[in-house]
């Protein structure tokens, strides 16, 4: 079975860079990978793609280095089953209410005894019937992340309690949902968002755990290692296609160039 890149790094606390992709192309996915990202961010939570199209996405990932980190939505455990046995070495859960959701979840994760993943293994993970079931329900069990996302006030005020859930590995902060749910929506930098953040850094401190939150630049990431995030995600695809047409419109329309913004 194919081990976690994420996992091995954080183990020897080391900061780990994921991006989001957002486009289904496979070649997308096959060069992020390639090029040595630790893992690409495949949200399944607001994107409309199938559980086939992403299976494609993962296998092309498989080619480089990077983990999957899967989103599915909130309460998902079929889903989140597939998109293990699909390939995916994490699991982002989003919207986790209070500790006795994320010990849920941490079950969904993980085979018996630990949980009560069920199991197939005909399938890239273990990959296709080729492991003795022990030592694929071992492996796996020991090699899967979750990622637990901190995006609502009253998952704030049990950070501490979602923390200490045993199979909770990483605590990610939800800024955007914060600031939304907080009602100053697209305050980044509001004082409630930082607040959270402080918040969630000092429950992964108490119980030995990882934490992180998306992060807009590389200063900004800075101050979060310095807070002791190890896990950070920054841009993605549909971003850097934007930004970069952006700066082109800008470069060639003072040569005479001209352009029909629809938007």
């Known amino acids: 079975m194919r081990p976690s890149r994420i996992r091995t790094k954080l183990q020897r606390n080391e900061p780990v860079l ?13 060069l992020t990978s390639l090029m040595g990202f630790d893992g690409i961010w495949l949200d399944m939570e607001h994107h409309t793609f199938s559980l086939e199209t992403a299976s494609s996405l993962m296998r092309a990932a498989r080619v480089g280095a990077a983990d999957i980190v899967a989103r599915p939505a909130k309460g998902e455990f079929m889903r989140m089953q597939r998109m293990l046995e699909a390939g995916a070495q994490a699991i982002m859960y989003p919207r986790c209410d209070d500790a006795r959701e994320a010990a849920e979840v941490a079950k969904w994760m993980k085979f018996p005894p630990l949980g009560k993943r069920g199991f197939d293994g005909g399938n ?12 694929y329900v071992r492996q796996a069990n020991e090699q899967t992340l979750l990622v637990l996302q901190v995006e609502q006030p009253n998952t704030v005020e049990e950070v501490e309690e979602i923390a200490a859930v045993e199979g909770v590995d990483v605590l990610f902060v939800g800024k955007a949902d914060l600031s939304l749910q907080g009602g100053v929506p697209g305050q980044m930098d509001h004082e409630s968002v930082r607040d959270a953040i402080h918040k969630t850094a000092q429950a992964a401190k108490n119980s030995g755990k990882h934490w992180g939150c998306p992060s807009a630049s590389v200063q900004q990431t800075e101050e979060l290692l310095g807070m002791g995030a190890r896990f950070i995600a920054h841009n993605a695809d549909i971003v850097m296609i934007k930004n970069a047409l952006e700066q082109m419109r800008s470069n060639f329309a003072p040569l005479g160039f001209t352009f029909d913004d629809r938007i």
């Open 18 to 30: 994921i991006t989001a992709l957002h486009l289904t192309d496979p070649s997308i996915h096959e």
């Open 124 to 135: 890239p993970d273990m990959p296709y019937c080729t492991m003795p079931m022990d030592q």
